[in-house]
C-alpha cells in the first residue's frame, strides 16, 4: 500500500517561511504527478502546486512568486518551500500523488500563519 506522509507545519508570523515535506513510500518515479492542496477553514480544498513526472511545475496564482514546489527521487520525498506566508496561507496541506488510475492522498499538515 502506497502511503505519503507529510511533514514540517507549524505556525508562523507573516513573512516568515516554512518547508513542508512528502514522504512517499515507493519510488516517485511511480507518480504520473504529484502536487499539495490545501484546505482553509469553512473553504473547499484547493491545488496549491503541482509537479509532473517531467519536471513541469504549476502554481495558483495566490502564491505564485512565494510558494516552491520540487523532489528528491533518491529521498522519494517532494517539498513545498513557503515564503512571505500570509494569514489567508493559513490551513491543512495535503500532498497528492497520482498512481496510475489512483489518487494517493496523505494525512495533511496545519499550517498557521498569524497576523
Known amino acids: 500500500q502506497v502511503q505519503l506522509v507529510e511533514s514540517g507545519g507549524g505556525s508562523v508570523q507573516a513573512g516568515g517561511s516554512l518547508r513542508l515535506s512528502c514522504a512517499a513510500s515507493?519510488?516517485?518515479?511511480?507518480?504520473?504527478?504529484m502536487g499539495w492542496y490545501r484546505q482553509a477553514p469553512g473553504k473547499q480544498r484547493e491545488l496549491v502546486a503541482r509537479?509532473?513526472?517531467?519536471?513541469?511545475?504549476d502554481y495558483s496564482d495566490s502564491v505564485q512568486g512565494r510558494f516552491t514546489i520540487s523532489r528528491d527521487r533518491a529521498l522519494n520525498t517532494m517539498y513545498l518551500r513557503m515564503n512571505n506566508l500570509r494569514p489567508d496561507d493559513t490551513g491543512v496541506y495535503s500532498c497528492?500523488?497520482?498512481?496510475?488510475?489512483?489518487?494517493?492522498w496523505g494525512q495533511g499538515t496545519q499550517v498557521t500563519v498569524s497576523s
Open positions: 509537479i509532473t513526472a517531467g519536471g513541469i511545475t
Open positions: 497528492n500523488a497520482a498512481l496510475g488510475a489512483y489518487q494517493i
Open positions: 515507493t519510488s516517485l518515479f511511480s507518480f504520473k504527478a
